[in-house]
């Protein structure tokens, strides 16, 4: 009797990293979330402007969930990086008006088809914000503020997101 033993080698190949953006209607149930775009979709993020760049199918997805006053149907965005989430943001139109965001928003602006994924709203450039005369510099100086906490706190999760995207040559100065 011949006995024939086999041994395989099994591969531990790592699987290939996953980013996907799930978004939550405003007028619907917020805890139903449904898949908005994914890192596939992503053209490229701009670390200077914010602009993110995204496939012309995720550009029309997004411009179609606007509303007549060129607000989003998508309240939260979440980013998820292999199933883990990352962080949510507000999803804002162009027409939002003078109130002051604080945290992360994407910014649609529906006319231009241009998205910018920014620490606030307005959109306000780290560089810019000495040279605005602001009638208020202390409120400006406090949103400033908050802002910079507000990126402290998630600083880990958005390297992530930053690391996954320079990984696929995703992103610009």
Do not use: H
Not at 5 to 15: D, G, T
Not at 22 to 36: D, F, Q, T, W, Y
Not at 119 to 146: H, Q, T, V
Not at 163 to 172: C, F, M, P, R, W
């Amino acid at each position: 009797m011949t006995i024939v033993c086999v041994f395989s080698v099994l591969s531990c190949e790592k699987a290939p990293a996953t980013l996907y953006v799930m978004g939550s209607r405003k007028a619907e149930n917020p805890l139903i979330k449904e898949l908005v775009f994914t890192g596939d979709d992503i053209k490229f993020y701009n670390v200077t402007t914010f602009e993110l760049t995204l496939s012309d199918l995720t550009i029309e997805k997004l411009i179609d969930s606007l509303d007549i006053y060129k607000q989003s149907v998508y309240g939260r965005l979440s980013f998820y990086y292999n199933d883990k989430p990352l962080f949510s943001m507000r999803v804002i139109g162009e027409n939002t008006g003078s109130g002051m965001i604080e945290d992360l928003v994407l910014i649609v602006y529906g006319y231009s088809r241009k998205f910018y994924l920014a620490d606030g709203y307005p959109l306000i450039r780290k560089y810019e914000w000495d040279d605005f005369n602001w009638s208020d510099r202390e409120a400006w100086r406090k949103a400033r503020d908050e802002r910079e906490e507000n990126a402290k706190r998630r600083e880990v999760e958005w390297n992530i997101f930053i690391k996954y995207l320079s990984n696929a040559g995703k992103i610009v100065n």
